[in-house]
């Protein structure tokens, strides 16, 4: 019951968006459904929000957030350095250089996981590999790093240090919670941050 449960969740959205896709652009699959499974099931697509903050509080010249939600939708909010590519266009030919490309680290994003997901899937269906998926959406974001609410007293030290660096990242970003008042003088740790490894850059140019 459970395989079926994810192989709906996968393919059934899948279906769905390659409908939409007009016949011209869309392009053969590389990748098997099996194959996509299996890579869906361990979820690496994922990136997560406070991975983002760091990388966007340190100016990582490596990040691209591509936002997959409708230019209505990007022009009322989106965050720094984003481009707009709404899903129905992420196929097109005209965006094919910015989505098959190794040198920079693509990040879809959309209100929740759902687009962002659907945007993955059908460029790494493609053999696309250096695209990933923002975890939550601009709903996780708003609530972990725009407005991150204070640890209970009884949390442990990586929480607590979580939630420093959350809060720098709000001021940095221009969150809710902008002003940091912290009256402890004890320097606390910043958490530990998986980091992803960079692909190497193409030879040539300039």
Do not use: H
Not at 82 to 104: H, M, R
Not at 110 to 134: D, P
Not at 165 to 185: E, H, I, P, Q, W
């Amino acid at each position: 019951m459970k395989m079926r449960l994810i192989l709906a969740s996968v393919f059934i959205p899948l279906g769905i968006i390659i409908a939409a896709i007009p016949e011209n652009t869309t392009k053969p699959f590389k990748l098997t459904a099996e194959e996509l499974l299996d890579e869906v099931k361990d979820g690496t697509q994922f990136v997560s929000t406070d991975e983002i903050a760091d990388m966007l509080v340190l100016k990582d010249p490596s990040l691209q957030l591509i936002d997959v939600r409708s230019q209505a939708e990007f022009e009322k909010y989106s965050l720094p350095g984003a481009i707009n590519i709404p899903l129905s266009q992420i196929l097109s030919d005209e965006y094919e250089e910015y989505i098959d490309q190794g040198v920079k680290m693509n990040v879809f994003y959309s209100n929740g996981n759902l687009k962002a997901n659907e945007a993955w899937m059908l460029t790494r269906q493609l053999g696309y590999e250096n695209n990933f998926v923002m975890q939550g959406g601009l709903n996780y974001w708003a609530e972990t790093i725009l407005n991150p609410q204070a640890p209970k007293s009884v949390m442990a030290d990586d929480e607590i240090a979580k939630y420093d660096f959350r809060k720098g990242a709000s001021a940095a970003l221009g969150g809710g919670n902008a002003v940091v008042t912290n009256t402890n003088t004890v320097k606390k740790p910043k958490p530990t941050i998986k980091k992803r490894k960079k692909k190497k850059r193409a030879a040539g140019g300039c």
